[in-house]
């Protein structure tokens, strides 16, 4: 009958439909693949080309991949709009790139906004940024605060990092306590910077014990 007919074209249609559809997904995603590995090999121009025939095949990773991109090549204004647009279509890794990217502009405000809206959908990479940012603010008590924050979600560079803040503030003690459980987590920057504390404060003793116990 006509009707039967009408409906297995219908379905031949939808069937067909689905399989270009996939057939555009994994075209876009090579083209995104490929961008990657040209971008990888320091091949900028190439990996551009093959970022945007993958935004324009309907891949919307390379938005933000392509504003890496420009970021590395200091061209801010276009890995501005490229951030924008990946925040856009519903990417929220780019919310704390763009703060980053703020903040190498030294626009703290413009930082601080996404860094706060990444924090809000579950980026915790922001939280150590936000405290790195106030900590170059000389906002003491907030950087303290978003790096214990970090800290809690078990960012142990952020326990190295509050030592360093706890020392600029002359709070030996702390700096002393934040460097060993960063040394615990397995943070050399931690070491170095205790044998430096103990070292300006002629701490012998604990000097000879740090480098006995990690063979420095």
Known sequence: TKLEDDAKEKIAEAVQNAKDEIKQQSKAEELFMQGNSHYYNK????????YLKAIDAGNDDALNNLGNLYKEQKNYSKAEEYYKKAIDAGDNG??????????????????????????DVGDNDALFNLGNLYKEQKNYSKAEEYFKKAIDVGDNDAL??????????????????????????????????????????????KLEQLKQKYKI
Do not use: F, M, P
């Open 94 to 119: 780019a919310l704390n790139n763009l703060g980053v990217l703020y903040k190498e502009q030294k626009n703290y405000s413009k930082a601080e906004e996404y860094y706060k809206k990444a924090i």
């Open 43 to 50: 091949e900028y121009e190439k990996a551009k080309e093959y």
């Open 160 to 205: 190295n990092s509050l030592g360093v803040l706890y020392l600029s503030q002359k709070k030996y003690l702390k700096a002393e306590e934040y460097y060993k459980k960063a040394i615990e987590s397995g943070n050399n920057k931690a070491l170095n910077n205790l044998r430096i504390l103990y070292t300006k404060q002629n701490e012998q003793t």
